[in-house]
């Protein structure tokens, strides 16, 4: 057998040949690295064989599966098992493997269509002429998308395994790690998935699970593929090129995904899962934070710098600190005295705040004098010992011993609720920022330890950091109310979110924010992610952009990471460069630990003030377009930040790119990812691209090519896509001001001397805007000399006061020697015109007129 054909048979550590034949496979020793050396034979005597024909069902068909041989793996095999198709919309199929007899755990996430049939779907599935793989074909091409042999599928109590071969090795996603690269690496690289407390270190789990990936075919259409399931698990990449899947509990699930663009995988992909949460606008600002700031005076001093310098800034977020000793629903009113009054006063000067909630609770508090517990404790809303009637208790922030709440429990979401809404009379927040939820522990398991049974220890345990299952968190066969902690672990950040987003509205009568550490399938309905605790290092901002690029896939576009690194002291070239690249995150906020230096962008002093403010507000003008993504993404379930791969899908070059990041369709950002660097190398793909800072138009020798492009210390590369229209508004150090400002155009031509977009407004924070109709949309077209809008749906009665100020077009050929606005001539000296071919157009119209301006 070919090596790269080679699919692990010993998947735990302690491989040997005799362990290795015992099992019936084969040994061979290679120099390939990470290739197992225990494999699977061609003649393999595993898996499972087709039993009778399919029985047609009313969205597909099923057909039962029977184990070939006696031989086993990891003991409990189950047999028979059916296979189960569901046709649910034209391009997205469910197929499923489970046991007939016996009802395992799934996940609470229901997924349905309208059910096509099988002439009217995309895609086709079939049985090869011997029955022995199982596959998925594109109708349109042929080619086939899953194919997995029967041989390689296993299915015992604790062990689920699934081999596919893919299309190609163009492969995304998978989550959460800290990838090395975006397009991955399929020589025998392993991830487990496993929600964890985890700091991001390669190949380690960290906070949360996301069994997603895409893959873009050799003819660049692309499919995605979830394994919904939320057990611990994880996945080999294999060049021959193939994927395997192992799981350690629950059933195999998969939702296939048709495309055919990117773009088309990510919709459909939440149109299943959840649609992304629209934002309040007011979170698209700047926002500082940092755990250590130990004392209110502390925070005024960096609110008042932050001030002196002018630097946009719209969100203060509040760590642990402000507690009293790390209780929740609490804050320490010494050294934080005065807060709710502080908290008043930075609202009235146009800024949101922020609170951190942990999910333990201390139970060593007095009786009656700590809330939370005593009214949890009588609502009984904790996660409780394998007994399920005693809590659990383990260790964490709060002093003493703490219970965790089961958010499974639709009891503990009242207690949650009635909390939030209760602190909200305390510290008058706009949000909630959830951490530690995997659920993080500081112990391995609870008092008095994990007892020595297979749920705690299990036959298989995936390639997870330190093999176990219970350390940083609570013992598997803890119980929730779904069911044992074994199978709802990773869902348990989940299952906050949703509780915490309805609180959070409710509480302010506003658009939600929530931030939450640990995320899963679906997680974006409700919440933004950031990357976790990150380092002070060069390669952790690199990585960023593969994070954000890959939430992005899973459906959580509201990302970022801590700007200037988490962990360690930052120094004042990687801070600056990473305030460049962090004005352009979808999240953006600063942020670092407890004992390391502060690293806001006030102080550093003048120079890094004045390089920070001046690229935050590129960031601040160019909200409206932002802001107009994250409504489609709302709307139609795409992608907010992208990779080139995903606009450029047929460029093979671009499918390795991770230097370099879209905001939609037409804004290039190609930051400084490396020490002492005063240049990039940029590569633009087949369009026309325009330097955003001078306007003038790329040579045509960069194109489909490669450039080194200028980027002294104080400037971030930044370039517009030809044939896009980007809203912008005058920005100002709040987006309470900025939204008063009048808006600007910035019209980048084609080679055609065409452009199109649209511009999304809402008052920023209300509820069920875009469902209560109360919105502005225009969409704006340019086309032979002529800049027409059109008013989609005038909703909004602010938009009444709003006005355009500036059109700038990129890409003109000839100074134009006339204008004219709805039929009127505009005065020439309302034009400039460079020798770029950069036209600048000064108006005075409303927003919510349609305008008509010819250029003669």
């Known amino acids: 057998m070919a090596v790269q054909k080679r699919i692990d048979c010993h998947p735990q550590p302690g491989a040997s040949q005799e362990a290795c034949e015992a099992r019936g496979c084969t040994w061979c020793s290679t120099d390939v690295p990470n290739a197992p050396w225990c494999f699977f034979p061609e003649d393999s005597p595993y898996g499972y064989a087709r039993s009778g024909d399919a029985e047609q069902t009313d969205r597909g068909w099923r057909v039962t599966l029977n184990k070939r041989q006696a031989l086993t793996l990891f003991g409990n095999d189950i047999s028979p098992i059916v296979l189960e198709v569901e046709f649910q919309t034209r391009d997205r199929l469910r197929f499923r493997l489970y046991d007939p007899n016996k009802q395992r755990f799934e996940v609470p996430l229901k997924i349905s269509g309208p059910g096509v049939t099988a002439e009217e779907a995309n895609y086709e599935v079939e049985f090869s002429e011997d029955s022995t793989h199982f596959r998925i074909k594109r109708k349109s091409t042929g080619t086939v998308l899953w194919d997995s042999p029967l041989v390689d599928l296993f299915f015992s109590n604790q062990f689920l395994q699934i081999t596919t071969t893919v299309p190609s090795t163009s492969v995304y996603g998978f989550g959460e ?76 699930d998969f939702y296939l995904f048709l495309g055919p663009t990117p773009e088309n995988v990510v919709q459909q992909y939440t149109e299943a899962i959840g649609r992304p949460h629209m934002p309040a606008y007011w979170s698209l600002g700047f926002q500082l934070s940092r755990w250590g700031y130990g004392s209110l005076d502390v925070l005024k001093e960096t609110v008042d710098r932050m001030k002196h310098y002018d630097i946009p800034y719209d969100v203060q977020h509040y760590d642990i600190d402000y507690m009293e000793r790390r209780l929740d629903f609490t ?80 009891t503990t979401v009242e207690w949650w609720t009635q909390l939030c809404l209760e602190f909200k009379d305390v510290l008058d ?107 002070s290092q060069w390669k952790d901002l690199r990585r960023s952009v593969i994070g954000i ?52 962008p006030a102080v550093f002093g003048d120079v890094f003030a004045k390089v920070s403010r001046a690229t935050l507000r590129i960031r601040y003008s160019l909200l409206p377009y932002l802001y107009t993504l994250f409504y489609e993404s709302h709307v139609h379930g795409g992608t907010v930040v992208r990779s080139l791969m995903h606009e450029f899908t047929s460029d093979q070059e671009t499918h390795g790119i991770d230097t370099a990041f879209l905001w939609g ?19 633009f793909p087949e369009a026309q691209w325009f330097d955003y800072y001078t306007g003038l138009k790329v040579p045509s020798a960069w194109k489909k090519n490669y450039a080194t492009v200028s980027a002294p210390l104080n400037k971030i590369p930044l370039y517009i896509r030809g044939g896009y229209i980007l809203p912008q508004q005058e920005p100002a150090t709040t987006t309470t001001e900025s939204r008063l400002n009048p808006f600007g155009l910035i019209i980048a031509l084609d080679e055609q001397g065409q452009a199109s977009g649209s511009l999304f407004w809402d008052d920023g924070d209300s509820i069920d805007t875009i ?25 909004y009665r602010g938009a009444d006061t709003l006005k355009y100020n500036k059109i700038t077009i990129l890409g003109l050929k000839l100074r134009p020697q006339a204008v004219s606005l709805n039929g009127r001539s505009i005065r020439g000296d309302a034009l400039s015109f460079d020798m770029n071919g950069k036209l600048v157009l000064r108006i005075s119209a409303s927003l919510t007129q349609e305008l008509n301006i010819k250029f003669y």
């Open 177 to 252: 790690h800290e990838h090395p690269t975006f397009k991955h690496n399929m020589d025998f690289v392993t991830y487990g998935m496993f929600s964890r407390d985890q700091a991001p270190t390669s190949f380690a789990n960290l906070y949360g699970v996301h069994p997603f990936y895409m893959c873009v075919e050799p003819d660049s259409n692309a499919h995605g593929v979830l394994l919904l399931n939320s057990n611990a698990q994880d996945v080999t990449l294999s060049p021959n090129p193939s994927l395997t899947f192992r799981t350690i509990g629950g059933i195999l």
């Open 331 to 410: 804050y320490d009113k010494v050294n934080f005295a005065g807060l709710p009054e502080f908290i008043k006063e930075m609202k009235k000067n146009g800024k949101h705040n922020v609170v951190i909630l942990d999910p333990f609770i201390t139970k060593d508090e007095e009786p009656g004098t700590y809330r939370p517990y005593d009214l949890g404790q009588e609502m009984g809303v904790w996660i409780n010992n394998s007994d399920g009637v005693t809590p659990a208790v383990g260790q964490a922030w709060p002093p003493g011993d703490s219970v965790f709440p089961d958010y499974t429990n639709p």
């Open 665 to 683: 369709p037409a804004f290039m950002i190609a930051p400084v990812l490396e020490e002492a660097t005063r240049s990039v190398i940029v590569y």
């Open 429 to 535: 927040y706009d949000g909630i920022w959830i951490d530690m939820n995997e659920p993080s522990n500081f112990m391995r398991g609870q008092y008095p330890g994990c007892a020595d049974n297979e749920i705690n220890n299990p036959p298989y345990t995936p390639s997870i950091s330190d093999r176990s299952l219970a350390q940083k968190t609570l013992c598997p066969d803890s119980k929730t109310y779904l069911g044992d902690h074994y199978d709802t672990h990773s869902l348990f950040g989940w299952s906050q979110t949703e509780p915490t987003f309805n609180a959070v509205q409710q509480a302010t009568g506003k658009r939600p924010f929530v931030l939450s550490r640990s995320t899963f399938v679906g997680s974006g309905k409700h919440s933004a992610h950031w990357l976790g605790d990150n380092f």
């Open 549 to 600: 690029l890959e939430f992005n896939l899973f459906g959580i576009p509201y990302i970022g990471a801590d700007i200037c690194g988490f962990n360690y002291n930052t120094t004042y070239e990687l801070c600056l460069r990473w305030m460049q690249l962090g004005s352009f995150y979808p999240f953006s906020r600063n942020h670092n630990a407890e004992g390391n230096s502060e690293q806001d």
């Open 771 to 795: 469902e209560n109709e109360n919105y502005f949309l225009a969409k704006y077209t340019f086309s032979k000399g002529s800049l027409r809008t059109e008013i989609v749906k005038n909703g």
